[in-house]
């Protein structure tokens, strides 16, 4: 589906060193010995770190004694995991019906050249990553984009790369 | 003076629209200047349309305004409440006198969404107060048995809300039968149809009229346990249901010993999709829960004898549980009393896309579309033409306007080719194109295509391809026999209902405005004037001004042309963005 594979040339099984495993001390608690966990040990892994990393899989399968090609299966099945890291604000982009009636691809449109990326894309500061996603639900209010929590609804293309630039403005402003 | 009651809306779309911001505004003026009113929250009461909505209810009757911002909300508390004086500019609706509004409710009949924009979804008590958990409380009270629970689910002809129309009272029936220990109850809210927001407003706005309908389900086909299976984009919602069997348990509704019975035991976990859209298919759903890729298995076995754990299981749409509770309480006849023969009751729709008044409506069966569009809907915004109704999503298909006197009942919509579906109903108008919305759509089901069987994975592959070479103008003489061919095959070989109706919306847009395909193919032209490679701006000198307005905004410099002189578009630079078009307050630019 809509996920980028893992480097096929990398076929170790060994960790690479990069990630801190020591956040999943918890999910591991929580879901060991149980069943049908894949899923929700996948989210809140997710959760921790925004994407699923390599060493992840790798402590995850061994504790929890989940297959890893199960888990790599999954994990590339569902259109909602990563396999690599996203920037800090991801912008949903909704695709529905609703909103390709009323033109949702001009607020991709707008959005690319402003980010300077293509759909699915982050941008190189690491601020955006820009998603177009099937429906959000909010049809009445189309064309729609969700970024974090909140959701922008009847957009124009200039509208949202207002709203992205007002983000660009307030994260200037925030200590590194 | 009786006591003032100010209620906002918080639905996910009135949150978006605004409505967050305006409860806040009103909380804190409330506390600032010890204002004497109670203030509440709702959810969706499905009048999308005016969100942000603020009701206020006193002595002299119930108000209902919309499109409040935040310096309106200030507006309505130092006029409405300080001194009496209804705001009638942002009047919706009141019970007092007809507002042009108020026949969005005229021809609705609210059961599953009963409770919908009245209670705050977030307090069990106030679903109680409205004859929440009575349904529950006259089963285990009254020891109704199993049987007799099916018996008036199959007399009240309730038919699976999710699309399907199988008898619910049936299904259940074909559960209980099955003996096992262990038996399973799941409630499918794995949304997914683009355009569909029926579930998602259920679920936020009445959560646990959902958890009745679950529990009585457990009752009936003799189930401990219940699983929700609900989309992860839907976070309000799933917070919603956590708050709701939090509050279900501590009431002894949820858990061991229903209602203080013994041996009465039934209990609900809540699980959240990874976003498939396949999932929304029973085998592939059961499978998701399972951990496992979201494939569909082959039927028979059916989930009602081998489903979850390969356990006895019965699975539901959200909707078709959320009218248990008032078919139990009411009684089968009374539901029985809507709708028509084969399709009996009422159906909830989410109307979207080229209408006035969207929003969610619920309805009898039997109500035609163009009740629904013009009546309750509003008609068509601006002087544009009603074309069409995309009723089902990628499975269903386009009901044109000259059908629009179909009345909605599943088999006279089977009839027109489209399918009831979940109730996402999108209305097109002129300016939709057909051949655009089938590429829309096999789009989303070639890549929610799962690959297990190979017409599927292949088939609706080759089929965008070739609707997407119409739509670019290279459309090609055989290319609507192929599109024809390979729809038959896909539909005969594929096991679940995505594949088997994938080819759907190319089906009936090829039935009903098989004109535009060749217009598209032959005359390389796009007659609702959206396929972009197939257009050309031109500037219309009788009309340009040479006001220089289309040069400054076009984003690629194609348009040259001096102040007061017509203006040129360079064709080789232009992009189609369509910005020019937008911008032209003279009609000097034409799409060809």
């Not at chain 1, 297959?67 to 920037?87: E, I, K, N, W």
Request: with cysteine.
């Amino acid at each position: 589906m809509r996920v980028e594979r893992l480097n096929s040339k990398r076929r170790e099984l060994v960790s690479d060193g990069k990630t801190d495993t020591g956040p999943l001390d918890v999910v591991i608690k929580k879901y060991s010995g149980k069943k049908g966990i894949m899923i929700p040990v996948l989210q809140e892994t997710q959760r921790i770190y925004g994407y699923l990393p390599r060493d992840a899989f790798l402590r995850l399968s061994e504790e929890l004694d989940l297959d890893l090609s199960h888990m790599y299966g999954v994990a590339t099945f569902y259109a909602q995991f990563r396999l690599s890291p996203v920037g800090r604000h991801i912008i949903r982009v909704c695709h529905g019906t609703a909103c390709h009636v009323q033109n949702a691809e001009s607020i991709t449109g707008a959005l690319e050249e402003t980010l300077k990326v293509v759909d699915g894309g982050t941008t190189d500061d690491g601020l955006f990553t820009l998603e177009s996603v099937a429906c959000l639900g909010c049809c009445s209010l189309a064309p729609v984009m969700m970024i974090g929590e909140d959701t922008y609804g009847k957009l124009t293309g200039s509208q949202a790369v207002k709203v992205i630039k007002d983000i660009r403005v307030k994260e200037k402003d925030l200590p590194i | 003076m009786g006591q003032v009651r100010v209620i906002v809306g918080l639905g996910s779309c009135g949150i978006a629209a605004g409505a967050g911001k305006v409860y806040e505004r009103i909380r804190s003026l409330k506390e600032a200047e010890n204002l004497d009113f109670t203030l509440s929250k709702t959810s969706c009461s499905g009048m999308c349309y005016r969100e942000p909505l603020v009701e206020i209810i006193d002595e002299t009757g119930w108000y209902l305004y919309g499109g409040i911002d935040e310096d309106r909300s200030v507006e309505l508390l130092n006029s409405h409440i300080a001194n009496n004086n209804p705001v009638k500019e942002y009047m919706v609706c009141t019970d007092l006198y007809e507002t042009p509004d108020s026949r969005f409710f005229r021809k609705q009949v609210k059961i599953a969404l009963r409770n919908c924009g009245i209670i705050d979804p977030e307090n069990i008590s106030e679903y109680e107060g409205r004859g929440g958990y009575e349904a529950l409380k006259k089963i285990v009270s009254g020891n109704i048995s199993s049987r007799e629970i099916i018996k008036e689910v199959t007399d009240s002809g309730l038919r699976g809300r999710g699309g399907g129309g199988f008898l619910t009272g049936l299904k259940w029936k074909y559960t209980l039968d099955n003996k096992s220990p262990d038996k399973y109850v799941i409630c499918n809210a794995d949304e997914g149809d683009p355009g569909a927001f029926m579930d998602r407003s259920l679920l936020e706005g009445d959560p646990h009229s959902v958890l009745e309908g679950m529990i009585i389900a457990g009752l009936a086909v003799e189930a401990s346990s219940g699983v929700i299976y609900c989309r992860a984009e839907y976070p309000l919602a799933l917070k919603r249901l956590d708050i709701a069997i939090a509050q279900a348990r501590e009431r002894g509704y949820l858990g061991r010993d229903v209602f203080g019975y013994k041996g009465v035991c039934f209990d609900i976990s809540v699980k959240e999709g990874a976003g498939a859209f396949v999932c929304g298919e029973e085998t592939a759903l059961i499978a998701s829960v399972e951990g496992y890729r979201g494939m569909p298995a082959k039927r028979p076995p059916f989930p009602a004898e081998s489903g979850l754990w390969k356990k006895p299981t019965n699975i539901n749409n959200v909707e078709t549980y959320a009218n248990i509770p008032w078919i139990i309480r009411e009684g089968a006849a009374k539901y029985a009393g809507y709708g028509t023969e084969k399709s009996r009751g009422t159906k909830v729709f989410a109307l979207a896309g080229k209408i006035r008044h969207g929003g969610l409506v619920e309805v009898p069966m039997g109500i035609t579309i163009n009740d629904i569009v013009f009546g309750l809907g509003g008609g068509i915004p601006g002087d544009k033409t009603f074309k069409a109704v995309q009723l089902g999503g990628p499975s269903g298909g386009c009901i044109p306007a000259w059908l629009a006197d179909t009345p909605v009942d599943y088999e006279s919509v089977n009839a027109t080719g489209a399918i009831m579906g979940s109730g996402g109903l999108v209305v097109m108008d002129e300016t939709t194109c057909m051949v655009d919305i089938a590429r829309f759509f096999l789009d989303f089901t070639a890549r929610e295509s799962c690959g297990k069987c190979t017409f599927c994975r292949i088939g609706t592959m080759r089929m965008l391809e070739i609707l997407v070479r119409i739509t670019e103008g290279t459309g090609r003489e055989e290319d609507v026999p192929v599109l024809e061919e390979l729809a038959g095959q896909i539909k005969e070989s594929s096991l679940c209902g995505l594949g088997q109706t994938a080819p759907n919306p190319v089906l009936t847009t090829l039935r009903y405005f098989r004109d535009e395909y060749e217009a598209h193919i032959n005359l390389k032209k796009c007659p609702a004037k959206v396929c972009k490679k197939l257009l050309r701006y031109e500037v219309s000198e009788g009309n340009c001004t040479g006001c220089t307005v289309c040069a400054k905004n076009c984003p690629v410099d194609a348009i040259s042309g001096e102040r007061k002189g017509i203006h040129h578009i360079n064709q080789d630079i232009c992009t189609r963005c369509g910005i020019c078009y937008a911008k032209c307050r003279f009609d000097a630019i034409m799409v060809n």
